[in-house]
Structures are given as C-alpha cells and as structure tokens.
C-alpha cells in the first residue's frame, strides 16, 4: 500500500545546504503527487511543498520560497528537497507524504518515518 | 492563507470517555479536511480524509463531521492505544495548512 524513506539528513552550519531523498516502494510513484511537511522540537506540522505527478507544477509555502527547491525523478521512484540558505529555524523532522487525490479527498494517505535536520554552529 | 485553529490544545480523559476535538478554518473548506494522529516519536497517520470518512484500518470508535468552516474529531470511546496528538489540516487550498495539535492525555 505505499512505503516512503527519507535520507539525505544531518546537522549543517547555518548558511549551509543539504538535500534531502525520499525513496518510495509499493505504489506506482508516477501516478501521485508529492510533499514535504517539517517539524519543530516540539512543534506542530508546517506543510513546505509539493510537486504534481508529473513535475511541471511546484508550490512552496512562503517561508522557504527562494531557498527550499522540491523535484523528483520518476525513473528512480524518489522525490527531493534541496535545501539551501539554512537558517537555524530550519532545524526539524523532515517527511515526505504522498498525497491522494479523489473527489472530495485531497489527504496524505502515506507518510515517510521523517529525517532530523539540525542546523546548528 | 487559511488559518487552522483547534480547539483544546491539551485534554486529558480517562479509558472509555467520549472525546470531541474541534478545528475551526479562518474560511470556508468545504469538506476538504483531514484529521491526522501522531504518537510519540511517531510519523503521522491519516485518520479522517474529507471530513467524515474513516480511513481504511483506522478502529470506528473514530469519526469526523462537520463542513464549511467548524469541524469534529470525536473518539467514542477512548483507548489507551489513542494517546497522541491529534492534528487537523485542510486540503481545499495551498499551502496545505495544519492546525496546531491536540496533545491527548490518558488520565
């Protein structure tokens, strides 16, 4: 029924960049639209971006416009996020989650098991 | 932006209560809204998608109503496998925003 698996984390000195993978098994990738959610220590969910099936449309929340970068590459079944500028309020749990779509159902139906970013000096 | 607020942001109850969490949209979403569970440590899970319907796995003591701006998460009766923090979100439009939890406690 679907399984994500994010890598690529790690802690980053300010100003630094990280990409982050999700790789995804058990579904046919090509067919969903994806996204990134963060979470601060302690903190609630902030969605970050997503992507169409196909990758011809992205859409960045405000707060990483400009710095933050979504892709995926169909043929490898794995979706990314090139994180650049980190700044030390970047630092959360990173996950992916593929979204359903149906009528009347927009939802994140599968999510990865998150990966931890620091950024820190 | 839609703003997501929910309502309380703590509760504590005790095995077999009845407990009702409400989120309230800044404007209207339809039935475009979900309802998430994240346990400690834990990746959330979806458990209400549009509203009212139950995702598939998920026990029925869970439900959702509501449309328009004012929504419900109600457990029917709790368990202590529902110790968690409840999370509403709504999909009617970018950026997909979340509420800010409800922490569940088990008296």
């Known amino acids: 029924e679907g399984h994500l698996v994010e890598s690529g984390g790690g802690m980053v000195q300010p100003g630094g960049s990280l990409r982050l993978s999700c790789a995804a098994s058990g579904f046919s990738f090509s067919t969903y639209e994806m996204n990134w959610v963060r979470q601060a220590p302690g903190k609630g969910l902030e969605w970050l971006s997503y992507i169409s099936n196909s990758g011809n449309t992205v859409k960045e929340a405000a707060a990483v416009r400009g710095r933050f970068t979504i892709s995926r590459d169909n043929d490898r079944n794995s979706l990314y996020l090139e994180m650049n500028s980190l700044r030390v309020d970047d630092t959360a749990i990173y996950y992916c989650a593929r979204e359903r779509r149906d009528y009347g159902d927009y939802s994140f139906d599968v999510w990865g098991q998150g990966i931890l970013v620091t950024v820190s000096s | 932006d839609i703003q997501m607020t929910q309502s309380p942001s703590s509760l504590s109850a005790s095995v077999g209560d009845r407990v009702t969490i409400t989120c309230r949209a800044s404007q209207s979403v339809t039935n475009y809204l979900n309802w998430y569970q994240q346990k400690p440590g834990q990746a959330p899970k979806l458990l209400i998608y549009a509203a009212s319907s139950l995702e598939s796995g998920v026990p029925s003591r869970f439900s959702g109503s509501g449309s328009g701006t004012d929504f419900t998460l109600t457990i029917s009766s709790l368990q202590p496998d529902d110790l968690a923090t409840y999370f509403c979100?709504?999909?009617?439009?970018?950026?997909?925003?979340f509420g800010q939890g409800t922490k569940l406690e088990i008296k």
């Open positions: 979100q709504q999909s009617f439009s970018t950026p997909r925003t």
